[in-house]
């Protein structure tokens, strides 16, 4: 009896791994060519990872906090710049964990990810823990972001080392 528990305990964790989310390379490659571009200080490679269709959605904890639209990247781009030189904000980077959902039909995807942004204002290092979600499509030429958001808590000074 003791046999049998331990295969259905050690089949059921099997499965559980098995239908754990498992990142597409194809649909992670322009939310992780978005974040490595962010981070080299690229935007147009940044911007090119997103659609430029009238449908593009940005949601960010910048002022003004909603893009809408073709050129939404560029202006959320350049909001993002104006604020970053009014706080004294310098050396911005985001590391982003492994994604904790993904949902996907094949044209459409739904993706969180768990996100860490750490910057310095004003000499002081900061650092806030969030979430980012977006929304992809599917073209001929692959997988683009059609809209995301960052969800997170106002940041902190980051733990000294």
Not at 44 to 51: D, K, L
Not at 55 to 70: F, K, N, Q
Not at 89 to 107: F, H, Q, S, Y
């Amino acid at each position: 009896m003791r046999a049998v528990t331990l295969g259905l305990i050690v089949g059921l964790s099997l499965c559980s791994t098995a239908m754990a989310a498992t990142p597409d390379v194809d649909l992670m490659a322009p939310i992780h060519q978005f974040i490595d571009s962010f981070n080299k200080g690229d935007a147009a490679t940044a911007g090119a990872t997103h659609s430029a269709t009238s449908d593009l959605s940005i949601t960010d904890e910048v002022p003004p906090h909603l893009w809408r639209g073709s050129k939404a990247f560029g202006a959320w781009a350049a909001d993002l710049e104006a604020n970053s030189k009014k706080l004294g904000i310098t050396d911005e980077m985001v590391e982003l964990g492994a994604p904790t959902r993904i949902e996907t039909n094949g044209k459409t995807a739904y993706v969180v990810v768990p996100a860490v942004y750490t910057f310095k204002q004003k000499g002081v290092a900061m650092r806030e823990s969030a979430q980012m979600t977006y929304a992809l499509k599917k073209d001929a030429a692959g997988w683009l972001i059609h809209a995301w958001t960052w969800t997170g808590p106002k940041p902190g000074k980051a733990p000294a080392k």
